[in-house]
């Protein structure tokens, strides 16, 4: 049942990122900075109402914000904290809170462009739906909502946890253009999640669904985010991350009077996060060439593709 929803939950990601650039905003995970007080993030200490605000202090889980999307409300978000998962922002009574139990609508919001192509976005409530979330001071507990005219201390940047780059590194190369008989040669290849980090994920769900909407997001082609996100469903089939990623020895032919070539597909997620940083190893192609040059026909390799 988890491998099928996931499943599903990744074509969903794939339809989004082909329909439109805009931020992927569906189940993923943000940092969520004001534009007037640059460095304050929204911030939840607690699992009472009242225990949410802003920080300027080190980065935290309690920081990170997942958006969670209705199922008929199109572009209405419960906003989930990371530490707190049973706790979600409300516009109750129009007072910036969080709280727990059963969704209501005043937990709803979306997000509307600045409107300046800067990456920054007001926050609207769905349900008192001219209400904007504010930052009307420097404190850490100024946070209000309000329904006045616009200023930029209602502006906010959503930054992901996971930003990508897909790059094609090189497995093996053996140039036999000399050799005048076959050689052969064992060689490892790692597919799958290597993480960075030996720490243990507190959170699987959302460390996995961040990743899935990082490998949809940005200039990635379709066929790519395809790749790349059935190696994530295979690794992430496996329950126990010491398993997200496989190596097998592999062996490899190289024909005399050849150039070889074995090149693979990497996708490397960074954030915010030290301990999250993680690379997705895919599939490989066999080069042959005659001269120093391999000719590439299908654009398999790709030096360097931020998402």
């Not at 001219?130 to 200023?151: D, L, Q, W």
């Not at 897909?166 to 076959?182: I, M």
């Not at 960075?196 to 082609?221: E, H």
């Not at 150039?259 to 999250?276: C, E, I, L, S, T």
Request: charged content about 20%; some cysteine; glycine content about 4%.
């Amino acid at each position: 049942m988890k491998l099928l929803v996931f499943r599903l939950m990744l074509l969903t990601l794939l339809i989004k990122a082909c329909e439109s650039e805009k931020l992927n905003l569906d189940n993923n995970q943000f940092l969520i900075y004001n534009k007037k007080y640059h460095k304050a993030r929204i911030t939840q200490w607690g699992s009472t109402s009242y225990e949410v605000g802003t920080s300027e202090q080190a980065l935290n889980p309690n920081q990170l914000w997942t958006m969670e999307p209705h199922p008929t409300r199109k572009g209405c978000y419960y906003i989930v904290n990371e530490k707190y998962p049973n706790c979600r922002i409300a516009d109750t009574q129009h007072q910036f809170v969080i709280y727990s139990g059963n969704h209501w609508p005043d937990q709803l919001f979306r997000l509307e462009p600045s409107g300046s192509n800067d990456g920054f976005y007001y926050i609207y409530s769905c349900h008192h739906t001219n209400e904007r979330i504010a930052k009307v001071g420097a404190g850490t507990g100024v946070v209000r909502f309000y329904s006045g005219p616009r200023y930029e201390d209602q502006l906010w940047k959503f930054v992901p946890r996971f930003e990508s780059s897909v790059v094609t590194s090189e497995v093996f190369h053996f140039d036999n253009r000399q050799g005048s008989t076959p050689i052969t040669r064992q060689i490892e290849v790692t597919t799958g999640i290597m993480r960075s980090s030996s720490k243990t994920i507190t959170n699987k769900t959302t460390f996995t669904t961040s990743i899935a909407a990082a490998v949809s997001s940005g200039s990635m082609s379709a066929e790519m985010s395809a790749e790349f996100s059935l190696e994530l469903e295979n690794s992430f089939s496996e329950s126990n991350d010491s398993h997200w990623s496989k190596t097998e020895t592999i062996s490899f032919t190289i024909p005399a009077k050849k150039n070889y070539r074995v090149m693979q597909h990497k996708a490397n997620f960074k954030g915010p996060f030290q301990d999250d940083r993680c690379s997705l190893l895919s599939k490989i192609k066999i080069f042959e060439s005659d001269t120093a040059v391999f000719e590439d026909k299908d654009n398999f390799i790709v030096s360097s593709k931020k998402s």
